[in-house]
């Protein structure tokens, strides 16, 4: 499976951006789909996850009810909404897929996006 972020980009404090993760190949539904963000000098951290058929999805409490994360089996493609943006979102935005038990674990997920730069200015 390959990954492909789009979406980042600049706004300002308060604004919303949409992000994609386009997945090539047919067995997209058999994987759980995640995002991830990262900053210089820090871990990877997780963000969101949801589940192979879109029923179960989860957050990171420092974005739950903000972002909201959903997925398209037939186009293949993920989407992360964020809304309210804050400073301390920016970050380089990563989709991941994987078979997983641990959501929030790096080490899950078997395939990963090149990543997408949001900021967000205050």
């Known amino acids: 499976v390959q990954l492909v972020e789009s979406g980042g980009g600049l706004v300002q404090a308060g604004g919303s951006l949409r992000l994609s993760c386009a997945a090539s190949?047919?067995?997209?539904?058999?994987?759980?789909m995640a995002w991830f963000r990262q900053v210089p000098g820090k871990e990877r951290e997780f963000v969101a996850h949801?589940?192979?058929?879109?029923?179960?999805?989860t957050y990171a409490e420092s974005v739950k009810g903000r972002f909201t994360i959903s997925r398209d089996n037939v186009k293949n493609t993920a989407f992360l909404q964020m809304n309210s943006l804050k400073p301390e979102d920016t970050a380089v935005y990563y989709c991941a897929a994987g078979v997983v038990s641990a959501i929030g674990k790096v080490s899950e997920y078997d395939y990963w996006g090149q990543g997408t730069q949001v900021t967000v200015s205050s």
């Open positions: 190949g047919r067995t997209f539904s058999r994987y759980a």
């Open positions: 949801i589940s192979r058929g879109g029923v179960t999805t």
